[in-house]
């Protein structure tokens, strides 16, 4: 069977649509148009941005059940270690807020991974194995 499925995108329900747009220009160098911001095509990071009507309706994920740290909104799968030390130095030169800071996780893969939130509090998270 021929894949189907090309990308999948995130829709953010914002409190401030012209900030986020913003953020997402400014911080994660996105492509920001009237429907999207996106970065690296659209089988990069996809966001769908769109005004709430009220404060209430933005509803960023929960920790799941015994989690320890913050929940993810959404994951964005990175090609190896050298390409997320430079996001992660990108983001933060741009001013993002770090929730998680650089970390390995040697029992996956290993994996490393970091994160960081949105005006909104919508937390992203990047991560890979480092593969060449």
Known sequence: MSKQIHSSLKVLLVSNLERSKTFYRNVLKCEVTDWWAIRDGFTGLGVKLLQANSPEDVCPNK??????????????????????DELYTEFKENGAKIVI????????GPWKEFAIVDPDNYCIAFGGTNSL
Do not use: M, R
């Not at 015994?66 to 997320?84: M, T």
């Not at 800071?101 to 996956?108: A, C, F, T």
């Open 63 to 84: 920790p799941a059940k015994g989690a320890k740290q913050s929940a993810y909104d959404i994951y964005c799968y990175v090609e190896n270690w050298a390409a997320l």
């Open 101 to 108: 800071e650089p970390w390995i996780d040697s029992d996956s």
